[in-house]
Nanobody
Framework: ERQLVESGGGLVQAGGSLRLSCAAS????????IGWFRQAPGKEREGVSC????????YYADSVKGRFTISSDNAKNTVYLQMNNLKPEDTAVYYC????????????????????????WGQGTQVTVSS
């Protein structure tokens, strides 16, 4: 069974840091694009960041550029999202998703990034940033 499991969320004060992990089982990241999305209460889901493991290209929403860093550890089949200088507006449930690189279109605006219906999704991890 192919699964994604997120971890690393929590409660942090503004200006603090968290590192989210997205671990895959049942498949390898090598031929997939891995994306982080988030959804705040009452808001639509939005793209945060993405990495194409085949060539290591990374993409970021404007709102997180310079604060968040996406990376991958192929040996652990895990993608990370290092989040620094967190702001209250970063509060959301964060999801990771994986889509075959065949079906991945590099986003022009990561915030509006969408993955195809065949993508795999994790269950989400809550990030809460207090002011």
């Amino acid at each position: 069974e192919r699964q994604l499991v997120e971890s690393g969320g929590g409660l942090v004060q503004a200006g603090g840091s968290l590192r989210l992990s997205c671990a895959a089982s049942g498949f390898r990241f090598d031929d997939y694009a891995i994306g982080w999305f988030r959804q705040a209460p009452g808001k639509e889901r939005e793209g945060v960041s993405c990495i194409t493991d085949s060539n290591g290209n990374t993409y970021y929403a404007d709102s997180v550029k310079g604060r968040f860093t996406i990376s991958s550890d192929n040996a652990k089949n895990t993608v990370y999202l290092q989040m620094n200088n967190l702001k209250p507006e970063d509060t959301a449930v964060y999801y990771c998703a994986a889509v075959s690189i065949i079906f991945f279109d590099p986003p022009t605006d990561v915030r509006d990034m969408h993955f195809s219906p065949g993508a795999y999704w994790g269950q989400g991890t809550q990030v809460t940033v207090s002011s």
